[in-house]
């Protein structure tokens, strides 16, 4: 006789409803707002927003004071910092002081032109946003140039703070409790007229970071070197492709590439000739892995397969060592590096 499972109706149900209960209403009815498409204002549309709802701001400049009010929200641009400003109208740009934790996000923005007593950028106090892809810029004030963060435990990832000014603390402020946490930023060319340049610290863990010529010093007080980090790299120094950015910014921001890890664009040192390109493909030599024929980063059979379809040819698919031709010596060569290619030798 079959004997057939029949599931606990009663079980499953209590367990859905379990479910549906713990989630909060954000959960199941997330909105998003696009500015200025539907709401003029970024603040405007904070105040419409509630926790786990994103705002998509469009380019362009945006004047006036940002306040997320306390929300669980994400406020994003579009089309990153470049292009999407966020412009103070004489106070802090930024403001966050109703203990906001790591959900409420604010991503992809130029902020700038602040000039509140403290906090230029950003004032944040009894919080913990998490900034992302974002650059303070020129902000003038008294202390905290960039932000000024009292009692509070931001993240940065992947920002830049340059190019502002403050008595003490140009880049950041940062006194009290808390902790300041920097992860791949850029920290440039931020002038305190008494101490901290770069960063004022009580509180600041930082890795993968780079940090150029901040005056009079780049940091004043403990720092948490969590490792990576440097200070006035060859490449703080260099705009060699003249494109008005700095070379550390643009390695810092995975504009360039730099293949054999040594502070300089590829480019650059290719055109400076510290690098040889005997292949014209734009990578230096050191970088290159001949062997690897398809890309992949592996030297295996499919190189091989490509070689013997290529075989007696003249194009550069295949030609392993260089010679014009596609022959025997092209799948020694490969033979001999099989494996994981090994960039730099």
């Keep these: 006789m079959r004997t057939h499972h029949i599931p606990n109706i009663k079980s499953s149900l209590f367990a859905s409803v379990f479910i549906l209960g713990s989630m909060t209403v954000s959960d199941l009815i997330a909105d998003t707002f696009d500015v200025p498409t539907e709401v003029s204002t970024i603040q405007s549309a904070i105040a419409m927003a509630q926790d786990g709802d994103t705002i998509l701001v469009s380019p362009g400049t945006y004047v006036g004071q940002v306040n997320p009010m306390g929300k669980a929200i994400e406020i994003r641009s579009i089309a990153g910092p470049d292009l999407t400003v ?195 493909n734009g990578v230096p030599d050191e970088c290159d892995c001949p062997e690897d024929v398809n890309g992949n980063g592996l030297v295996d059979i499919e190189d091989i397969l490509t070689i013997v379809a290529n075989w007696g040819g003249t194009s550069d698919l295949g030609d392993v060592d260089g010679d014009g031709v596609v022959g025997v010596n092209d799948i020694l060569i490969t033979l001999e590096s099989w494996g994981p290619c090994s960039v730099g030798g």
């Design 86 to 280: 966020i412009r103070g109208d004489g106070d802090e740009v930024i403001r966050i002081i109703s203990g906001e934790g790591p959900a409420t996000r604010i991503e992809g923005f130029t902020v700038t032109g602040g000039s509140s007593f403290e906090g230029g950028g950003a004032f944040i106090r009894y919080s913990s946003p998490t900034f992302r892809s974002c650059r303070f810029d020129d902000n003038a004030v008294g202390y905290g140039g960039g932000l000024y963060v009292v009692d509070a435990s931001p993240r940065l990832e992947h920002c830049t703070i340059r190019g502002n000014s403050a008595y003490h603390g140009a880049g950041i402020w940062k006194i009290e409790s808390g902790v300041v946490e920097l992860s791949w930023c850029l920290v440039v060319d931020n002038v305190a007229s008494v101490w901290g340049g770069g960063i004022v610290c009580n509180g600041v863990e930082v890795d993968n970071s780079i940090f150029c010529s901040n005056t009079p010093e780049h940091l004043h007080g403990y720092m948490t070197d969590l490792g990576n980090n440097q200070f006035d790299p060859i490449s703080c120094h260099y705009d060699c492709d003249g494109n008005g950015l700095a070379d550390a910014w643009e390695l810092q921001e995975g504009l360039v590439d730099d293949c054999n890890l040594n502070g300089i664009a590829d480019a650059c040192d290719i055109e400076q000739g510290s690098s040889l390109d005997s292949n014209d």
